[in-house]
């Protein structure tokens, strides 16, 4: 059976708690990730910081897709302010720290369960809490077909 | 785990012609497009030979992605800082007819303060699953004199080992104050350090006393193609092995060497040993087009054939 360690992309691309949200989208946007590690002074994982948490500190009322013209409704001072707050705050006021992760040898089939359960597109690879590595949906996918079966 | 900074990477982009006519259109032979710089080698080097090794330093641009999946492929885990700016190519131009080669560089990146700090700050992180850091290569334009000095000594209280591949001018600056594993000075450009001619036995003797004076526990010293000298307080080597015919590439030759002596000494505790797998390891790497080893077990085949003298 495929363990992680057979997929895992070896990238440490981490941030910190303490690091600026301006910081992170930037970082998210040069490097196209849609999610990043969020970790300790000793390189532990600690949670986990997405595209999605910085919009939704900004926009936290749903917008319906159904009525474009809701985006009008919103007071624009209101999200001007609301944008200036957002851009100094830091990874620890939005980031979730409930994270999921797994070890090198965790099997593939824990990974696809998890990913397809919870939606999860990356998840953190860690040894003794330590990032090592990340598995993404697209490598993982690339290992099952390469293989044609997971066990 | 070890870790190699280098904070001047570049790729490095090989052009094979049979012969160069200066002046005209050439057309290349082929080419071979690889991410480059002297920490980077031995990053892929200690890779191929089996070490668990992380790369770090400064990356920007549409490149990076790609200079980092080759990494990865090769068994690099990376760990860069992102700068908003693209990353250097350097030309290395082989010419087969004439078994020349020319280096050519690219102008480096200027590193802002704000980029400084999160570098720093990953390194420290970086070094709690740590036991070797080797910082290789030269400086981009913003890093200062001392920050250098600065990494070595937060690698020193955290008790990991250190290894020096830099030019003289820097490590001049670095050494002061701190405590080093290994150092290897880069003598791409110059047979000289610290005025010293290198091709001069007794030269190799004074300028080896000087670093160990300066905190070195272990000094590699190359006086000719694949020609070295290293010492330690109580023991002294030399050692060579031929590199002839037209089909070898220098380019990373000698991070490949410092990259096998690395991975023996960490083993063996043995100077004499490390330094005749390193001479395999060089080897390796000149008859691979790539900038590491082809393979270990031909690097273990290949340094049978190094000369090794014990002199002190």
Redesign the interface.
Known sequence: MKKVKDFI?????SV?EDTPLK?VAE?LS???LIGIPV?N???EVTGWISETDIITSIFPEKVKIENPDVIHLINISQVVKKLTRVGQAMVRDYMIKDVYFVDEDTPASYVVELMLHKDFKRVPVVRNK?L??IVDRSSLSRILLEEGSID | MIVTVTLNPAFDHLLFFSKIFMGKLNRAVSTLRMPGGKGINVAGSLAVLGDEVVATGFLGGQGSRAFEGFLRKIGVTTSFTYIDQEIRTDFYIIEDKKNRQSLFIEKSSHIELRYLNSFKANFKRLLHSAKLVEIGGSLPKGIPPNFINELILSANKKKVKVVLNLQESILKECLAGSSSFIVCPDLRESCYIFGEDLCNAASRHKAAQWLLNKGAEIVILKYGDLCYFVAKKDEVWEGEIGIEGSNVIMLGVRDGMLAGFIHNYLKTNDIGEALKFGLGVALSTAQNKMSYLHSKKQAEELCVMAKLRKIA
Not at chain 1, 9 to 13: A, E, I, N, S, V
């Open positions: 992309t070896r990238d440490l691309t910190t910081e970082l040069i490097r196209e970790v002074k000793k390189n330590r090592v590595g």
